[in-house]
């Protein structure tokens, strides 16, 4: 058996271009075809107020890169700066430019909106090219997590009680310091009999009893109805409700309207049943574009409520 050769460090005579090795179907090519074809005119525009420092990136480069991440699951802006270094369809969308993570992380926080516009740009292009005509649809949706621990969930009554239980500890420590220990002491009295150690702990329950406070600041103006209302003070927003992994779990009701594999809308909810979910999905759509023709989701929608919505 014979094997071919291959030499890695072999230089080329004439340099190819990213295009030589992607092709003109591949989807990052397709990609950057089409964003050149959208109006940009409002992002780029956006950026003439700034005056100073160094020139900018190119905004559609960027958008590029994150549009091209997001279709292939990457999302963590490091992750999308490295590949900037070794993945060519990444490269050949930057012009083999290479935004750090923080130029990435920045343009998708300041520029976000922009990326909704991108969106009904795609939408408005498949209806052209007969792709999609809001014909028969389906509604589906899908439970995500919640960068929230479930331990965050509190209720008035909860945080009340943890400044309470802070507030005893702390004039514990105060009465210690006037008295004396027996001959049996625990490991915490043993820390506390030093002025070094009283001290300390102090600073921790200040510290606790501080974040308490704000805790409950938070839950007063979320849920100010009844003390037993709980709220995530990590993520407000987020509702406790059953994953799809039959886990219970702060998280959030994603909601897709989809024709013919394409996506023509997306909202998000924090309550877990679907059927509170089709009609403002709907509702959405309309805004965006226009009725579907007809509506296909499966039975977890059904209410009587929302069989009266679509008759209309």
Known sequence: MTFKNYQQKQSFLLPPSFFDFL???????????????????????????QKGGSSAYHPVMLLSVLVYGYMNGIFS???LAKQLKQNLALMYLAGNTQPDFRTLARFRKDKGVYLENIFVAVVQKAKELGLISF?????????IYASASTSKNQTQKMAKEKIRSLLT?????????????GDEEDDENAELKTKAGREKRKQELATKKKQAEADLDKLNALAPATEDTRVNTTDPD??????????????????NITENGIILNTSIFNGSSDQDTLIPSLQRLQKMFTWPKKLLADKGYSSENNYSFCEQ
């Open 23 to 49: 092709g003109e179907s591949h989807e990052a090519v397709v990609l950057n075809e089409f964003l050149q074809e959208v109006d940009t005119t409002s992002l780029e525009q956006s950026y003439h107020n």
């Open 77 to 79: 802006s490091r992750q």
């Open 135 to 143: 014909g028969t649809c389906c509604l589906d949706g899908t439970k």
């Open 169 to 181: 500890k702390a004039e514990k420590i105060d009465r210690m310091e006037d008295e004396l220990f």
């Open 238 to 255: 987020s509702k406790l409700m059953q994953m799809k992994r039959k886990d219970f779990a702060n998280g959030y009701n994603v909601q």
